[in-house]
């Protein structure tokens, strides 16, 4: 979703708020010096911070 404009994500509300009633939900994010992409889950709150704390490691980095 990274080039999606707002009005992009209000034409696609409909399909992600389905998406989100889905359990086993990831992300790919390019991680680990970006070298290639890495899924993690996003379930759970938790799941939430986790993928954060990774984005935000590497651009600390």
């Known amino acids: 979703m990274k080039h999606a ?3 992009t ?3 696609l509300e409909p399909l992600l708020r389905q998406l989100r009633a889905l359990h086993g939900l990831f ?3 390019k991680l680990a010096g970006g070298r290639g992409f890495q899924r993690l889950p996003v ?3 938790a799941q939430w911070q986790g993928l954060l704390a990774a984005v935000g490691r590497v651009l600390a980095a």
């Open 5 to 7: 404009t707002p009005s």
């Open 9 to 11: 994500l209000a034409t």
């Open 27 to 29: 992300a790919d994010a």
């Open 43 to 45: 379930d759970t709150a």
